[in-house]
């Protein structure tokens, strides 16, 4: 009678399906496992076209519509795409949408470099379908979509302008991304909050791309490469100089924190906590 009062009170073992729902739910939480590596790089592909598609879509629908998108709205929107994308898959894969920032948290040390050219891949190509789409349904040029230095500015003067303006970009990701600052949520809140007043004032002179594949899908389907230098060279080089702040404020990167939401986890702390 002892024996079977201590087994009606010992907690119930997991049946097959909850087993199955419970191993499918640690590897997709386990970072590290290749198995699941496909599901993150969909993510950046779906993502990285959805911020394409309203970043050089502006450009695109105000050319095909004269007068009805203003500066304002082509700016604030990619802001607004970004924040909904990192609330909606953010914990899938980052939500890095940006080879400056999968560098950015590269380098940090809270994002495995092996993995970076696989995310830069998908990210191109999610950049170049979503232009490929504009094109065939708004029938014009992806040119218009694009970014390129002001007409009477120097490709030098906006390769300062991008790397001012991705240095502050990926600070504002690296700072809501590290332990001791993470705010969850809110970083989305940050992140578009950074994006819409970058380009509020500063896309007249390069367009306030701060990311290589945001201007490479429209540069490639409309084959026009002009300058296109300045995009590479500007938020990679903005993001390496973030990444020299973030260590200046907050010391050595690779922290649960920042590694957590480099990979996916929008909840560090309370996801290892108790965990070594």
Same mark, same amino acid.
């Given at each position: 009678?002892?024996? $079977? ?14 087993? #199955? ?8 939480? =386990? ?8 599901? $993150? ?5 779906? @993502? ?43 914990? &899938? ?14 380098? $940090?040390? =809270? ?36 970014? #390129?230095?002001?007409?009477? #500015? ?15 970009? &990926? ?27 970058? @380009? ?13 594949? $945001?201007?490479?899908?429209? =540069? ?10 300045? #995009? ?10 973030? &990444? ?10 690779? =922290?649960?924190?920042? &590694? ?17």
């Amino acid at each position: 009678m002892k024996g $079977r009062a201590m087994d009606q009170t010992a907690e119930p073992k997991l049946g097959i399906i909850e087993q #199955y729902e419970k191993g499918v739910v640690e590897r997709i939480t =386990d970072f590290n496992d290749p198995r699941q590596e496909w599901r $993150r790089l969909f993510s950046e592909l779906l @993502g990285t076209f959805f911020l394409v598609l309203v970043a050089a879509g502006g450009g695109m629908m105000g050319h095909a519509f004269p007068g009805t998108i203003s500066r304002t709205a082509a700016v604030v929107a990619p802001a607004l795409m970004v924040m909904a994308i990192i609330l909606f898959m953010g914990k &899938v894969s980052g939500a890095h949408l940006n080879p400056a920032v999968s560098i950015g948290f590269a380098l $940090r040390g =809270d994002f495995p470099w092996w993995r970076v050219p696989g995310y830069i891949v998908v990210q191109l190509i999610g950049a170049t379908l979503a232009a490929l789409f504009l094109r065939a349904v708004v029938n014009v040029s992806s040119l218009y979509g694009s970014n #390129y230095p002001a007409h009477g #500015y120097s490709a030098g003067a906006a390769f300062w302008m991008e790397l001012i303006l991705t240095m502050g970009l &990926v600070s504002v990701i690296l700072g809501t991304a590290s332990g001791a600052q993470n705010v969850g949520l809110f970083g989305a809140l940050g992140v578009g909050g950074y994006i819409a007043l970058a @380009g509020l004032w500063a896309s007249p002179i390069s367009g306030a791309s701060m990311n290589p594949a $945001r201007t490479f899908g429209p =540069d490639l389907v409309s084959t026009t490469f002009t300058s296109y230098w300045v #995009y590479v060279a500007g938020p990679i080089a903005g993001a390496a100089a973030a &990444v020299v702040i973030a260590f200046v404020l907050r010391g050595r990167g690779g =922290d649960k924190g920042g &590694v957590g939401a480099a990979q996916g986890d929008l909840f560090p702390e309370s996801f290892h906590t108790g965990k070594s």
